[in-house]
Nanobody
């Protein structure tokens, strides 16, 4: 499984940004898929994940502001993270995550999100 993120950048506080993660390889085996983030000097933390059945799980700090959507079209297997009401505390490197049927974890290279005050 290979994961490629896109959509990071610089945004002002209160703004919105959408991240995308495209999966390739054994995409049929992916469950769940989602996003984690890591700020400087901090541990990597859960942002949001979604399962094949559509169940979602969000980190406490993003509930009500972020939305995860999974597109399982046959030609692509992409997960989107819609981020609203962004705060400077959301500044981090965002990593796409997937776990396969053999319980192996896969990570993208990450995309930087910077929220200015």
């Amino acid at each position: 499984v290979q994961l490629v993120e896109s959509g990071g950048g610089l945004v002002r506080a209160g703004g919105s940004l959408t991240l995308s993660c495209a999966a390739s390889g054994d995409v049929f085996s992916i469950n769940p898929m989602g996003w984690y983030r890591q700020a400087p000097g901090q541990q990597r933390e859960l942002v949001a994940t979604t399962t094949a059945g559509g169940n979602t799980n969000y980190g406490d700090s993003v509930k009500g502001r972020f939305n995860i959507v999974r597109d399982r079209d046959d030609s692509k297997n992409t997960v989107y993270l819609e981020m609203n009401s962004l705060e400077p505390e959301d500044t981090a490197v965002y990593y796409c995550y997937a776990r396969d049927l053999w319980l192996r974890e896969h990570w993208g290279r990450g995309t930087q999100v910077t929220v200015s005050s």
